[in-house]
Every structure is written in C-alpha cells, then in structure tokens.
C-alpha cells in the first residue's frame, strides 16, 4: 500500500474575493490533509485559482484592468485566505503560470495525436458565469431572461468555430470505469445523478473559444484558445509536473486520492476529467468528492443577491477554530448546510467551551493543584478506566475506514461522544474525593490525561491551532503527532513534567 495521498481543492475563480464556499472547500480538504498526515502519509495538498476564461476577461473589464494583473490582485486574497484559515497545502498553482500552460498544451497535443479532436461549429447556450454550454432541455425563461436550470444563472447564444472532443465515444467506457470504480463519485446520491446522466448520451464537447483572447491558445491554431474547463482541470496534473512523467512527484502522486469539490462542479469532474484523462491514456483520479453547498439563510450566496458571507469577518469576531469546527461539524458532510451568528455561538458555547474546554481545563487544573505539573504515576486500571480506554481501541478500525470515505459526520460524532463520556467519567469518578486514596487518585488523573491526549489528536485536525495548544501541555509537537498513538492507553510518561494550561475557548454571554 502506497502511504503517499494527494488531495486538491477547486481551483477558484479570481473574479471576487474569496467567500464562505471557497472557505469550506478549503477547510474540508486542509482537514483530510492533516488526518492523512498523522496517519503517516505523505501528504501533497494542492490549491489555487483559475484565471483564464471569458468570466475572468469580462470581470477585468468592468474593472478596466488588464486580466493578468486583475487576476494578480485577486488570486493574492485567495492565497492569503489560505494563511487565514491555516491551511496546510503544499502548492498554490496559478493557471497563468508557465508550468500550468506547458502542460495544458501538452495535453492538448496528446488528445490532437490520439484524434480525440476535430474542428467544428459550435452553436448553443453558453453560461459566461459557470464557463458552461447547456443544451436546450437545459435552459428555462425564467422574467423573460434565459437560464441554466441547474444553476440559475445567466445564458448567451454562441455560435463559432471551435474544437470538439469526441466526448461522446467516451460514455460507455465511462460507464464502465464507473461500475469498476464504485466509489469514484461520492456521496452515492451525486454518482446516480453522474451516471443517470452519462446513461442518457453524451454529445461532443466543445474545447476551444474563439470570440475571446484571455485562455491559453490551442497550439496549432492560435485564433482559438483552450476551454477555460480543460485548461482548469489539468492544474491537478501541471503541479505535479506533467508532463514529465517520469518527475518523482508525478510518480508518486498521480492518480490523486480525492478531488473535494462543490456539487456544482461535479459534470466537470465526473465526467469530462475521466474522459479526457482516459483518452490521453492517464489514469483518471481514484475519486471525486462532491460536497454540498453553504447557504446564506436559504439561499447560494450570489453577488446579485448581496448576501455573501466574507470569511473573514467570521474569523475576525469569533476565531479561526470556531469556524473550522463549526463548518465540519454542522454541516452535514454531502448536503448543504448554513451558518448563522446564533448557531455558530451556541456551538463554540456547548461543544468548544463547555464540553473541550471545560474537561481540558478541570482535569488540568486538578491535576496542578493535587500532583503538581506532572504526569501521574499509573496504577492498574478499574473497569471504569478500561471502558473509556478501550473505546478507542474498539473503534479505530471503523474510523480509519470512514476517514477514507470522507465520512466526516461518522468521525465527528465519535469525538463528541467521546467528549461527553470523558466528562462523564470526571465527574463519575469524583476525584477530588479520593484524597485519601492516592493509588485511584492518580489513576483517575493519568486517565483523563490520556483522554485529553487521545481527544486531542483527533480534533487536531479539525481544530490545529487549539489542539495543538492543548497538546503542546505534554509537550508534544506538531511533527509527533500520530494518530496511532490513540491506541496507546500508556503513552504519558510518569513523571513527565506538563505545561501550564490557559484559556481555550471564550464563552459567548448572549
Ligand atoms: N474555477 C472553477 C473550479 C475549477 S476546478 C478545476 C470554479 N470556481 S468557483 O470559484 O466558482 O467555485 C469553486 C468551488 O467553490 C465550488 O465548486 C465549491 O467547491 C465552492 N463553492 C462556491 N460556492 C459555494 C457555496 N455557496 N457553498 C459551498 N461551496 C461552494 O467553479
């Protein structure tokens, strides 16, 4: 078994300032990372923005701005948004970069060689705003102006000359990719859809542009340039430095573990990226992870309707961790999900403060006052103390296989309860009125260090930068962590000095 694992997020258009979407892609993806990571992985985590396209050419020039430095400014917000959200990638690849055009047009001229490409007419619907063409069934009037129906937005009759691939010779070898690759697409309602549609035919897809400048040029014929899809979809492939295939990082990365994306995305993804790969004979991505949206009230956040959450206002008023846990865990991991100031309060309230917090805190605190900043001597174990213990044994198997699902909510519901039942056995055990016995005392102690221990690595990747606060009181650095060590029931050390603890979490008075 490989212990290598590549994992990327959408590659987001530079057109506005990153929002609470590209936010949660990104939280997603930075949390997949950083459990692969202390699963003993190495981890290749990759983001960036994607700046060609008519959509980006008619956002400079509202601007007025030339499209490169346009999109200088404002790739420059995303790449700072990943400080901002602590996100541990290890690239940030911009689709204007030499190495992404090198290998674009190289792609291109595979599928050129392999004559998956003719030229052609294109005249259809096209959406500027999803860089989409649409079929007729696609569109509907909606106030007397024409639009996807899937995405609602805004469509433009386009007729020119343009290069087709033969997408349509790829729907059975799709289909049959996707039947010997159950678990390609995920969650399993999103591959229905995929395949339910493929199942319904597919016809030639349109890959070049003619009628605008702002793209990579199609290398024989430099009056078109390159669909802004197929030149955005190759990036996961330019980092890793195609097309040298014989490049150690294409070797040992290449097919990625997992695309996170959002589901609106997903057609792209499913099915154009497997049939291109496919017919340049490059093996397609081992999966596709189709997350669902985070809404604004009820609805997609959109600049016309004014209702766009800015990250970074969330980050400013209630922290980093807060968000990050908040996204993770309430929304459901696949559907769609909102955040408003009510639920995000009452969430770092109840589970950051009073239950994380709170049991970090008392059993710190305990600890210092009754033996001192020191790992306690053990003694042998109770019933009780084995029963918490060995829920982590009992269900480590069963995490790593939901973590390899991207079963987020199975692996948050774990460390909630585990949360609860580590009160719990504070509580139960009542230590502060074993001063008399010493022996349990200690035990009682050791145990709920270990606890705190074993909780602590699991939230660590959700929430880094607490966990790591709270770990670094046994003094254990980022590079220690291993999530194995869940399974030690002895990892402390007796005598081992602690760290002083201070506050994790602020409680929100309403
Ligand atoms: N540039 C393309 C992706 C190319 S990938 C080869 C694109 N960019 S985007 O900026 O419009 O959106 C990228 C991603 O941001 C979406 O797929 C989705 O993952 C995320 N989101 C954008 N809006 C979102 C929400 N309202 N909610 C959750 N995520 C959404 O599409």
């Known amino acids: 078994m490989s212990k290598n694992f590549y994992i990327t997020t959408p590659i987001y258009y530079p057109s506005a300032k990153p929002h609470m979407g590209h936010a949660y892609s990104s939280i997603v993806s930075d949390f997949f990372a950083r459990l692969k990571k202390i699963q003993g992985y190495e981890v290749f985590f990759l983001t960036g923005t994607d700046e060609h396209g008519q959509k980006i050419q008619r956002a400079a020039e509202i601007e007025k701005k030339d499209p490169l430095k346009f999109c200088d400014e404002i790739s420059k917000t995303f790449e700072n948004l990943c400080k901002s959200l602590n996100l541990s990638n290890n690239d940030f690849i911009r689709t204007t970069e030499e190495r992404h055009k090198k290998s674009v047009e190289h792609l291109w001229k ?87 549609f493929v199942k319904g035919g597919l016809k030639d897809l349109s890959i070049s542009r003619k009628s605008f400048t702002w793209g990579i040029k199609v290398p024989s014929n430099t009056d078109h340039v390159i669909y802004v899809w197929l030149d955005a979809l190759t990036n996961y492939l330019s980092a890793l430095n195609y097309p040298d295939i014989n490049d150690k990082f294409y070797k040992k990365f290449w097919p990625a573990d997992v695309h996170i ?30 997350h669902g949206w985070i809404l ?98 009992n269900n480590y198997e069963d995490l790593k296989i939901h973590i390899d699902n991207q079963n987020i909510n199975f692996y948050l519901n774990f460390i909630i309860d585990q949360l609860f039942k580590a009160n719990k056995y504070f509580n139960d055990q009542e230590p502060w009125k074993k001063k008399d016995d ?53 990892y402390l050390l007796t005598e081992d000095r602690i760290n002083k603890i201070e506050i994790l979490f602020k409680k929100i008075s309403k």
Request: charged residues 30%; glycine residues 4%.
């Open 261 to 290: 994306i959002g589901k609106d995305i997903l057609r792209f993804h499913a099915i154009y990226w497997p049939a291109f790969l496919l017919a340049a004979d490059i093996n397609p991505p081992k999966r596709v992870y189709g």
């Open 438 to 490: 010493k022996k349990r005392l200690n035990t009682i102690v050791y145990v709920s260090l270990e606890i705190i221990r074993k909780i602590s690595i699991l939230l660590y990747p959700i929430i880094p930068q607490t966990a790591l606060k709270v770990l670094n009181i046994f003094n254990i650095k980022e590079s220690d962590i291993e999530f194995a060590t869940i399974l030690n029931d002895k």
């Open 110 to 196: 595979v599928l050129e060689d392999k004559n998956e490409i003719y030229l052609s007419k294109y005249s259809g619907w096209y959406s500027v705003s999803d860089e989409a063409f649409y079929s007729n069934e696609e569109i509907e009037v909606i106030d007397g102006i024409k639009k996807s129906k899937s995405s609602g937005s805004k469509v433009e009759w386009v007729e020119e000359e343009s290069y087709f691939f033969k997408l349509s010779k790829w729907q059975k070898p799709l289909l049959k990719f996707y039947e010997q690759n159950p678990k390609f697409i995920l969650p399993k309602s999103r591959k229905n859809e995929v395949i339910s």
């Open 296 to 393: 604004s009230g009820d609805e997609k956040m959109s600049k016309s309707k004014g209702n766009i959450l800015d990250p970074l206002e969330i980050i400013n008023q209630y922290g980093l961790d807060p968000l990050r846990y908040y996204l993770l865990k309430e929304v459901s991991f696949g559907n769609d999900g909102n955040i408003s100031n009510e639920k995000l309060e009452s969430c770092i309230n109840s589970d950051l403060a009073n239950n994380y917090g709170n049991l970090c805190q008392r059993v710190i605190s305990f600890c210092e006052k009754n033996i001192g900043l020191k790992i306690p001597k053990i003694n042998d174990f109770d019933m009780e103390d084995l029963q918490i213990l060995d829920n982590y044994k």
